[in-house]
């Protein structure tokens, strides 16, 4: 009861550091999943984000609309298009990953050490 209290919590605010840098959630977690210095077929994208490809299109010429990421020609086969992190993307990516790093306010509210306590237990049911 309490994790589905929590998990309940996490998709609005998900969808709040999105439209604080004025993306769709899709558009970020596409941002997320681009790594600095490391290009990825758009294919690879559409699996990591569990959707199909011409959903990608859309949500990477968004992306690229407005500079965050551009597509490239793959140096083995020219008819696949390879995406990389542009210097702005990776500049808004280091910003979410610093806003999303950020505890929700129940957790902040909490002491540190429970919060700890907390950061550990999660960590150990994780593991599994």
Excluded at 22 to 31: K, R, S
Excluded at 118 to 123: N, Q, S, T, Y
Aim: hydrophobic share 40%; with cysteine; net charge negative.
């Amino acid at each position: 009861m309490v994790l589905e209290l929590f998990f309940s919590h996490h998709r609005p605010r998900v969808w709040g550091v999105a439209a604080e840098f004025d993306l769709a959630p899709m558009q970020m977690l596409a941002l997320k999943n681009l790594e600095p210095d490391r290009e990825l077929p758009m294919s690879s994208l559409a699996q990591l984000l569990h959707c199909d490809a011409s959903n990608v299109t859309g949500i990477v010429d968004r992306l690229e609309g407005r500079g965050l990421i551009e597509r490239r020609p793959s140096s083995e086969d020219r008819r696949v298009k390879m995406i990389a992190v542009t210097d702005e993307g990776q500049r808004v990516r280091q910003e979410i990953a610093e806003r999303m790093n950020e505890p929700p306010p129940p957790i902040a509210a909490l002491s540190e050490d429970d919060q700890r306590s907390l950061r550990d237990v999660l960590a150990r049911a994780l593991r599994g």
